[in-house]
């Protein structure tokens, strides 16, 4: 979206005091998805809706963003004098582009690594209390493992909605559907854990006859 953004806008464009000199007045299509377009409406008349998820309307003064259900808007900040090329900035862009991906990628791993491990912590707990609670063995080392591979089943079905978005077979919707479906699965498979774990023995055992009890 990016680079349609910026070949889009062929000529260079002005912002003095947070007000854009556009060339011309006239509304038009920028860039346009499934789920997000970018206008150029420097008067925000709001005529010209297009059937994206998000639109992003770009005014002389303002930013307008239409949403499923809401509208909102925002001023340039008064702060932005300058002067823009977007040959520039797609050259610039282009030449960033694996370092950004590249970064993105490994920060979205690690993240997700850490996050993992830290939800495992509160998920070990968790468990722990609940083991205690309906009389289960709480063996730390089975119910940390256990903590740990019962996030692969949500994480997996969050992956493949990724994935179908990413292919356009899911849309917004459905994807953050998944999202939440994959932390219900978690929270599932985690309140049965407890009861996959041993019995606690009892602590005394009482025998039928009372007589053979003190032996």
């Known amino acids: 979206m990016v680079r349609g953004l910026l070949e889009t806008w062929n000529k260079p464009v002005e912002c003095r005091e947070g007000r854009w000199l556009w060339p011309n007045e006239e509304a038009r299509v920028l860039i346009e998805t499934r789920d997000l377009a970018v206008v ?22 303002r930013l307008r963003l239409y949403g499923p259900t809401s509208v909102w808007e925002w001023p340039y900040p008064r702060s932005w004098t300058f002067r823009a090329d977007p040959a520039t900035w797609l050259a610039v862009s282009e030449a960033w582009r694996p370092f ?8 979205v791993a690690t ?7 830290m939800l495992g912590i509160v998920y070990w707990l968790g468990i722990l209390l609940l083991a205690v609670m309906v009389r289960r063995v709480p063996e730390t080392g089975r119910v940390w493992r256990m903590a740990m591979l019962f996030q692969l089943p949500g ?6 909605a990724i994935v179908g978005y990413g292919a356009g077979a899911v849309d917004l919707f ?3 559907v998944a999202w939440g479906l994959h932390w219900m699965l978690t ?5 049965m854990a407890p009861f996959l ?18 032996r």
């Open 197 to 214: 774990l041993p019995r606690r023995a009892s602590a005394c055992t009482v025998s039928d006859n009372p007589f053979l009890a003190h």
């Open 100 to 107: 950004v991906l590249g970064a993105l990628g490994l920060g």
């Open 111 to 117: 993240g997700l690594l850490v996050v993992w491990r």
């Open 174 to 176: 459905s994807l953050a």
């Open 40 to 61: 150029l409406d420097p008067g925000l008349t709001g005529e010209m809706r297009l059937p994206a998820l998000f639109e992003v309307h770009l005014g002389q003064e």
């Open 187 to 191: 929270w599932l498979l985690m309140g």
């Open 155 to 160: 994480a997996w079905l969050f992956t493949a």
